[in-house]
Protein backbone atom coordinates (compact mmCIF):
# COMPACT_ATOMS: atom_id res chain seq x y z
CA UNK A 1 0.00 0.00 0.00
CA UNK A 2 0.76 3.21 -0.75
CA UNK A 3 1.62 6.15 2.09
CA UNK A 4 3.82 9.02 2.59
CA UNK A 5 6.11 10.40 5.76
CA UNK A 6 6.85 14.08 6.23
CA UNK A 7 9.75 13.59 8.51
CA UNK A 8 9.14 16.96 10.78
CA UNK A 9 6.07 17.85 12.29
CA UNK A 10 7.28 21.59 12.88
CA UNK A 11 9.99 23.53 10.64
CA UNK A 12 10.94 26.98 12.11
CA UNK A 13 13.00 29.69 9.43
CA UNK A 14 13.34 33.15 9.33
CA UNK A 15 12.72 35.51 6.84
CA UNK A 16 14.43 35.17 3.94
CA UNK A 17 15.99 32.44 4.61
CA UNK A 18 15.43 28.87 3.03
CA UNK A 19 12.64 26.82 3.35
CA UNK A 20 12.73 22.84 3.41
CA UNK A 21 10.02 20.46 4.12
CA UNK A 22 10.95 16.98 3.92
CA UNK A 23 9.21 13.98 2.22
CA UNK A 24 9.11 10.28 1.78
CA UNK A 25 7.00 8.53 0.24
CA UNK A 26 5.96 4.63 -0.50
CA UNK A 27 4.63 3.25 -3.27
CA UNK A 28 4.87 -0.09 -5.49
CA UNK A 29 3.67 1.78 -8.94
CA UNK A 30 4.88 5.30 -10.05
CA UNK A 31 3.62 7.20 -7.74
CA UNK A 32 1.71 10.77 -8.55
CA UNK A 33 2.86 12.71 -5.78
CA UNK A 34 1.35 16.23 -4.30
CA UNK A 35 1.65 19.21 -2.46
CA UNK A 36 -0.75 21.12 -0.54
CA UNK A 37 -0.85 24.45 1.68
CA UNK A 38 -3.61 24.99 4.58
CA UNK A 39 -3.83 28.53 6.16
CA UNK A 40 -5.57 28.26 9.59
CA UNK A 41 -8.77 27.04 9.35
CA UNK A 42 -8.97 27.44 5.75
CA UNK A 43 -9.30 24.39 2.85
CA UNK A 44 -6.35 23.27 1.31
CA UNK A 45 -4.82 24.65 -1.81
CA UNK A 46 -2.54 22.89 -4.21
CA UNK A 47 1.68 24.06 -4.44
CA UNK A 48 2.75 22.09 -6.99
CA UNK A 49 2.24 18.48 -8.68
CA UNK A 50 4.63 15.37 -10.17
CA UNK A 51 3.13 13.54 -13.14
CA UNK A 52 6.77 12.31 -14.25
CA UNK A 53 6.80 14.60 -16.99
CA UNK A 54 9.99 16.70 -15.54
CA UNK A 55 12.01 15.48 -11.85
CA UNK A 56 11.76 19.13 -10.91
CA UNK A 57 8.64 20.81 -10.36
CA UNK A 58 8.00 24.68 -9.95
CA UNK A 59 4.54 25.54 -8.33
CA UNK A 60 3.35 28.49 -6.66
CA UNK A 61 4.21 31.35 -4.58
CA UNK A 62 8.12 30.56 -5.55
CA UNK A 63 7.83 26.53 -4.17
CA UNK A 64 9.37 24.00 -6.04
CA UNK A 65 9.81 20.25 -5.31
CA UNK A 66 12.34 17.53 -6.83
CA UNK A 67 11.45 13.99 -7.13
CA UNK A 68 13.78 11.56 -6.27
CA UNK A 69 13.18 8.13 -7.35
CA UNK A 70 16.00 6.28 -6.00
CA UNK A 71 15.45 8.03 -2.48
CA UNK A 72 11.84 7.93 -2.67
CA UNK A 73 11.72 11.68 -1.98
CA UNK A 74 9.95 14.36 -2.87
CA UNK A 75 10.88 17.33 -0.40
CA UNK A 76 9.76 20.81 -0.66
CA UNK A 77 11.64 23.68 -1.06
CA UNK A 78 11.81 27.96 -1.21
CA UNK A 79 14.76 30.23 -1.40
CA UNK A 80 13.64 32.62 0.47
CA UNK A 81 10.60 32.62 2.96
CA UNK A 82 7.98 34.81 3.29
CA UNK A 83 5.85 35.41 6.20
CA UNK A 84 3.14 34.63 4.30
CA UNK A 85 4.65 31.36 3.61
CA UNK A 86 3.59 30.28 7.11
CA UNK A 87 1.10 27.89 6.93
CA UNK A 88 0.32 23.73 7.35
CA UNK A 89 2.29 21.94 4.69
CA UNK A 90 1.00 18.37 3.28
CA UNK A 91 2.56 16.04 1.52
CA UNK A 92 0.19 13.88 -1.24
CA UNK A 93 0.83 10.54 -3.04
CA UNK A 94 -1.84 8.69 -5.11
CA UNK A 95 -0.47 5.45 -6.89
CA UNK A 96 -1.28 6.06 -10.36
CA UNK A 97 -1.96 2.57 -11.63
CA UNK A 98 -4.72 2.94 -9.71
CA UNK A 99 -6.51 5.47 -11.88
CA UNK A 100 -8.70 8.16 -9.80
CA UNK A 101 -8.00 6.54 -6.74
CA UNK A 102 -8.23 9.05 -3.43
CA UNK A 103 -5.48 10.57 -1.97
CA UNK A 104 -3.10 9.18 0.93
CA UNK A 105 -2.60 12.61 3.17
CA UNK A 106 0.83 12.84 5.31
CA UNK A 107 0.40 14.70 8.49
CA UNK A 108 1.29 17.74 7.56
CA UNK A 109 4.37 20.01 8.49
CA UNK A 110 3.60 23.13 10.29
CA UNK A 111 6.07 26.00 8.88
CA UNK A 112 6.66 28.97 11.29
CA UNK A 113 8.17 32.20 9.87
CA UNK A 114 10.27 34.27 11.91
CA UNK A 115 10.58 37.95 11.62
CA UNK B 1 -16.83 31.89 -10.08
CA UNK B 2 -16.30 28.25 -9.93
CA UNK B 3 -15.25 26.46 -7.16
CA UNK B 4 -16.61 24.11 -4.09
CA UNK B 5 -18.98 25.62 -1.52
CA UNK B 6 -19.41 24.21 2.46
CA UNK B 7 -21.92 24.97 4.78
CA UNK B 8 -21.91 25.90 7.66
CA UNK B 9 -18.64 27.47 8.60
CA UNK B 10 -19.23 26.52 12.16
CA UNK B 11 -21.49 23.93 13.69
CA UNK B 12 -22.62 22.94 17.18
CA UNK B 13 -24.41 19.42 17.98
CA UNK B 14 -25.63 18.02 21.07
CA UNK B 15 -24.54 14.27 22.12
CA UNK B 16 -27.02 11.85 20.25
CA UNK B 17 -28.19 14.41 17.32
CA UNK B 18 -27.33 13.58 13.70
CA UNK B 19 -26.35 16.58 11.68
CA UNK B 20 -25.22 17.15 7.82
CA UNK B 21 -22.66 18.77 6.34
CA UNK B 22 -23.56 20.79 3.13
CA UNK B 23 -20.98 20.37 -0.01
CA UNK B 24 -21.78 21.93 -3.46
CA UNK B 25 -19.68 22.36 -6.45
CA UNK B 26 -19.63 23.65 -9.81
CA UNK B 27 -16.78 22.37 -11.02
CA UNK B 28 -18.54 19.75 -13.37
CA UNK B 29 -16.43 17.25 -11.57
CA UNK B 30 -17.60 13.77 -11.28
CA UNK B 31 -15.52 12.55 -8.09
CA UNK B 32 -16.21 14.40 -4.71
CA UNK B 33 -14.16 13.14 -1.43
CA UNK B 34 -15.29 14.01 2.12
CA UNK B 35 -12.23 14.29 4.88
CA UNK B 36 -11.99 14.55 8.61
CA UNK B 37 -9.03 16.73 9.97
CA UNK B 38 -7.55 16.01 13.51
CA UNK B 39 -4.94 18.22 14.84
CA UNK B 40 -1.67 16.00 14.10
CA UNK B 41 -3.12 13.67 12.02
CA UNK B 42 -3.85 15.09 8.62
CA UNK B 43 -6.52 14.25 6.50
CA UNK B 44 -8.32 11.10 6.88
CA UNK B 45 -10.66 9.97 4.13
CA UNK B 46 -14.73 9.20 5.09
CA UNK B 47 -16.34 8.32 1.73
CA UNK B 48 -15.83 9.26 -1.54
CA UNK B 49 -17.74 9.06 -4.40
CA UNK B 50 -17.09 9.10 -8.25
CA UNK B 51 -20.32 8.77 -9.82
CA UNK B 52 -23.80 9.98 -9.09
CA UNK B 53 -25.41 7.47 -7.16
CA UNK B 54 -22.10 5.31 -6.37
CA UNK B 55 -19.89 6.07 -3.03
CA UNK B 56 -17.03 3.83 -1.30
CA UNK B 57 -16.49 3.70 2.50
CA UNK B 58 -12.95 5.30 3.20
CA UNK B 59 -10.63 4.80 6.09
CA UNK B 60 -13.33 6.19 9.04
CA UNK B 61 -16.38 5.49 7.27
CA UNK B 62 -17.89 3.91 10.70
CA UNK B 63 -20.59 6.78 12.20
CA UNK B 64 -20.59 8.43 9.10
CA UNK B 65 -23.38 8.38 6.44
CA UNK B 66 -23.72 9.80 2.63
CA UNK B 67 -25.71 10.25 -0.64
CA UNK B 68 -24.76 11.46 -4.20
CA UNK B 69 -28.18 11.81 -5.54
CA UNK B 70 -26.76 15.11 -7.95
CA UNK B 71 -23.47 15.57 -9.65
CA UNK B 72 -22.89 19.07 -7.87
CA UNK B 73 -24.01 17.77 -4.56
CA UNK B 74 -22.64 15.25 -1.88
CA UNK B 75 -23.70 15.47 1.75
CA UNK B 76 -22.31 14.42 5.02
CA UNK B 77 -24.56 13.20 7.58
CA UNK B 78 -22.23 12.98 11.04
CA UNK B 79 -24.72 10.40 12.87
CA UNK B 80 -24.92 9.44 16.96
CA UNK B 81 -23.07 6.35 15.93
CA UNK B 82 -19.89 8.61 15.83
CA UNK B 83 -18.20 8.64 18.89
CA UNK B 84 -15.75 11.38 18.58
CA UNK B 85 -17.34 13.64 15.93
CA UNK B 86 -15.64 17.29 17.01
CA UNK B 87 -13.29 17.78 14.37
CA UNK B 88 -12.41 20.19 11.11
CA UNK B 89 -14.24 18.70 7.96
CA UNK B 90 -13.42 18.86 4.48
CA UNK B 91 -15.13 18.51 1.20
CA UNK B 92 -13.02 18.01 -2.12
CA UNK B 93 -13.85 17.15 -5.85
CA UNK B 94 -11.46 16.43 -9.04
CA UNK B 95 -12.20 15.04 -12.20
CA UNK B 96 -12.38 11.66 -12.68
CA UNK B 97 -10.59 9.09 -15.01
CA UNK B 98 -6.68 9.57 -16.37
CA UNK B 99 -3.96 8.19 -14.80
CA UNK B 100 -4.11 9.52 -11.14
CA UNK B 101 -2.69 13.28 -11.83
CA UNK B 102 -6.02 14.88 -11.18
CA UNK B 103 -5.23 17.18 -8.48
CA UNK B 104 -8.29 17.76 -5.82
CA UNK B 105 -10.07 21.20 -5.33
CA UNK B 106 -11.07 21.79 -1.45
CA UNK B 107 -13.87 23.70 0.01
CA UNK B 108 -13.72 26.13 3.29
CA UNK B 109 -14.38 23.27 5.51
CA UNK B 110 -16.70 22.77 8.31
CA UNK B 111 -15.99 22.94 11.68
CA UNK B 112 -18.29 20.63 14.00
CA UNK B 113 -18.25 20.82 18.19
CA UNK B 114 -20.28 18.50 19.94
CA UNK B 115 -21.41 19.98 23.27
Known amino acids: AQSVTQLDSHVSVSEGTPVLLRCNYSSSYSPSLFWYVQHPNKGLQLLLK??????LVKGINGFEAEFKKSETSFHLTKPSAHMSDAAEYFC?????????????FGKGTRLSVIA | DGGITQSPKYLFRKEGQNVTLSCEQN?????MYWYRQDPGQGLRLIYYSQIVNDFQKGDIAEGYSVSREKKESFPLTVTSAQKNPTAFYLC??????????????FGPGTRLTVL
Open chain 1, 50 to 55: YTSAAT
Open chain 2, 92 to 105: ASSLAGGRGYNEQF
Open chain 2, 27 to 31: LNHDA
Open chain 1, 92 to 104: VVRVMNSGNTPLV
